[in-house]
């Protein structure tokens, strides 16, 4: 299971800190991915980040501003947001899944668990 957390009002320029709560299997067998979906727009890939030790990956729209991170003690991963925009507002979800390849990491389609969405709202 998947629980996911964190979102919530914020001005731009500001700054969150999500997190997805991984229970159930074994969490640094995951890759983890965080996506998002703006009101009428289609669900895009904002980051991922592999099983253990290999690597993290960026959308374009989030690069240098965003930072995905992981701690095994915790059995979380972490979306950091800075520098926030009005065109980041969304649902934010998590996605995990052990078995998915590196040229499948930004397809929704590949993860086969997910948690419910967190709101980000960003006011300009």
């Known amino acids: 299971q998947l629980q996911a957390f964190g979102g919530g009002l914020v001005q731009a320029g500001g ?3 999500l997190s997805c709560a ?3 299997g074994t969490f640094r067998t995951y890759t983890v991915g965080w996506f998002r ?3 009428g727009k289609d669900q895009e890939f904002v980051a ?9 990956y960026y959308a374009d729209s989030v690069k240098g501003r965003f930072t995905i991170s992981r701690d095994r003690t915790k059995n979380t ?3 950091q947001m ?3 925009k009005p ?3 969304a649902v934010y979800y998590c996605a995990a899944d052990s078995g998915i390849i590196l040229s499948s990491l930004t397809m929704g389609t590949a993860y086969d668990y997910w948690g419910q969405g967190t709101l980000v709202t960003v006011s300009s």
């Open 15 to 17: 700054s969150l800190r």
């Open 22 to 24: 991984v229970s159930g």
């Open 48 to 56: 991922a980040i592999r099983r253990s030790g290999g690597g993290t």
């Open 77 to 79: 991963v972490y979306l």
């Open 37 to 39: 979906q703006a009101p």
């Open 82 to 84: 800075s520098s926030l």
């Open 87 to 89: 065109e980041d507002t």
